[in-house]
């Protein structure tokens, strides 16, 4: 029992760093924004192997849930969804100019 | 050798260095913000494998009779990652909304051409 | 003659025309003509600081992977000399752990020693955690806050109550979340969690909520007014009893706490740790929700 659970928290430690490099390099900013949601969510398992509960509790309400809200809520406010990271100067939009 | 042994505060180490990357070569806002939310993992993912003793319980202990420090994890670091998750949250909402402010004003997210607009007379 | 500038104008910044010429032609430029010659200089100079902004791109590439490389290897070669990963016999647990571990149940009350540390021995620093994030909401309320006569009309096509899979999912899943939530708060002392991440999660209900039925609705629930009655009543509370422990626990002044441990293990005990953990949590599902109020509507009402 105690082997198998060093495998999984090797293949834990090893899909986190996967997911980092993966945010880190992925082009589209909302890409990377679901690979980092993913990344808490397996941030949260592995507070859990190491017998910190609320640690998982908050993690996965917080990083998973709250965190890639707010990232999904600027990125409607600033109509980038669909754009790339390297996106230059978009036209003025209608939305944020509203705002002003 | 130490550095296989201690793999968990290795790996810390290695999130928190792609942060620290991320956060100094990436030149959209929102990726640099993420980059320092991955430090901040790196750092709680150190903080709390440094509590951790192996076969030992997570330290809620009876309600009644002698208890015995032995049987128990190190409680200390994971009261501190505890208060540093939520607060990471507001650091990075707080973020966002200068950011959201910062594309307002100059309509682009990347910060050479905020620099330049700021700085080379261009509005 | 402005045109003729103009075109003028055109040529220097292709580079067939200087200055020069224009001098030795027309021998005196009036004020407002001398004005628009700057225009083309300022362009140089931006273009110039173009170049130079690329320059220092490069420089600013070469040196970040060397302090990133730098710092990577630094770091790396800390770890090789750390105590062990899951040892027993670190320096991290000394006695000040084994206090709280065998003393803590008995002094504070709280059978989850995790919450006992840091509702009871570290209140303090818990107080200005809450604070963080109080003051974290109100610098994005006047970041993002912004007033708009009329209704705002839903800007997309992104109603959730007419998309049926989220739709029953939400319905069933909200009540479940918010009974979770509410749990996680009052057993805070006896089970894993406490205050922040039963306020976490309850403000995550609450984000729910907002996002399937509409703000409208939500507001309902908790309004702009409620929002800062709860957040500021929480945090006053925290203070006030707080006080009343730090004057109350000294034992040499001769007053003692009426608030007791009780019995370790039931619901009502742990002295002031129930009623800080709901404190806390009522202040970190504020933040929560009004983070996701002001960033989707731009207020909170």
Not at chain 3, 60 to 70: A, D, M
Not at chain 3, 117 to 128: Q, S, V
């Amino acid at each position: 029992m105690e082997q198998f659970i060093a495998v999984v928290r090797i293949l834990l430690l090893l899909s986190l760093i996967i997911c980092a490099v993966a945010t880190a390099l992925s082009k589209r900013v909302m890409q990377a924004l679901i690979i980092f949601t993913c990344y808490s969510l397996i941030m949260s398992v592995l507070w859990l192997l190491l017998r910190s509960p609320d640690l998982a509790i908050t993690e996965a309400a917080v990083g998973a849930g709250v965190d890639g809200v707010l990232f999904f809520l600027t990125l409607r406010k600033l109509h980038l969804i669909d754009k790339d990271e390297e996106e230059a100067i978009p036209e003025e939009e209608e939305g944020v100019k509203d705002e002003n | 050798m130490n550095l296989l042994h201690n793999y968990e505060e290795l790996v810390a180490m290695i999130l928190f260095a792609i942060g620290f990357t991320m956060l100094v070569f990436s030149r959209n806002l929102i990726k640099k913000i993420m980059g320092l939310n991955i430090m901040d993992t790196g750092v709680f993912l150190f903080l709390a494998s440094m509590g951790y003793v192996a076969g030992k319980e997570t330290p809620i202990v009876p309600p009644t009779g002698q208890v015995e420090a032995g049987d128990y994890i190190n409680l200390i670091p994971s009261g501190l990652v505890l208060t540093g998750i939520v607060v990471s949250v507001s650091v990075s909402a707080l973020m966002l909304a200068l950011t959201v402010q910062l594309y307002k004003r100059y309509h682009t997210l990347n910060l050479d051409e905020i620099y330049l607009k700021a700085y080379g007379g261009e509005k | 003659m402005k045109t003729d500038l103009f075109a003028h104008l055109k040529e220097w910044e292709e580079g067939n025309w200087t200055p020069d010429q224009g001098q030795a032609e027309a021998s005196s430029l009036g004020p407002r003509e001398e004005k628009e010659i700057k225009e083309p200089k300022k362009k140089i100079i931006r273009s110039l600081e173009k170049k130079e902004l690329h320059i220092s791109a490069v420089q600013y590439r070469v040196i970040s992977v060397i302090v990133c490389l730098i710092l990577s290897l630094v770091l790396i070669g800390t770890v090789n000399f750390l105590p062990g990963f899951a040892d027993e016999d670190t320096p991290t647990t000394n006695e000040v752990y084994e206090h709280y571990i065998e003393e803590g149940r008995d002094q504070t009350g709280a059978v989850n020693t995790v919450a006992g540390m840091i509702l009871d021995y570290r209140a303090f620093d818990t107080l200005g955690e809450s604070f963080v994030l109080f003051t974290a909401t109100v610098a994005v309320l006047l970041l993002l806050e912004y007033k708009k006569e009329g209704k705002k009309k839903r800007e997309d096509g992104l109603d959730y109550r007419l998309d049926p899979i989220v739709y029953a999912l939400a319905k069933f899943l909200i009540p479940i979340i918010l009974v979770v939530g509410i749990y996680i708060l009052f057993n805070g002392h006896l089970s894993p969690g406490g205050g922040f991440s039963g306020g976490a999660v309850l403000g995550g209900g609450f984000i729910l909520y907002a996002m399937v039925f509409g703000e409208e609705k939500a507001v309902r629930v908790l309004s702009e007014k409620t929002v800062k009655i709860v957040s500021i009543a929480s945090l006053s509370f925290y203070c006030l009893a707080k006080s009343y422990s730090f004057f109350t626990g000294n034992e040499f002044n001769g007053v003692h706490s009426v608030i007791g441990p009780g019995n370790p293990g039931d619901l009502l005990s742990g002295g002031l740790i129930l009623p800080l953990n709901l404190a806390v949590g009522f202040v970190v599902c504020c933040t929560m929700y009004s983070f996701y109020m002001l960033f989707k509507r731009g207020r909170l009402d």
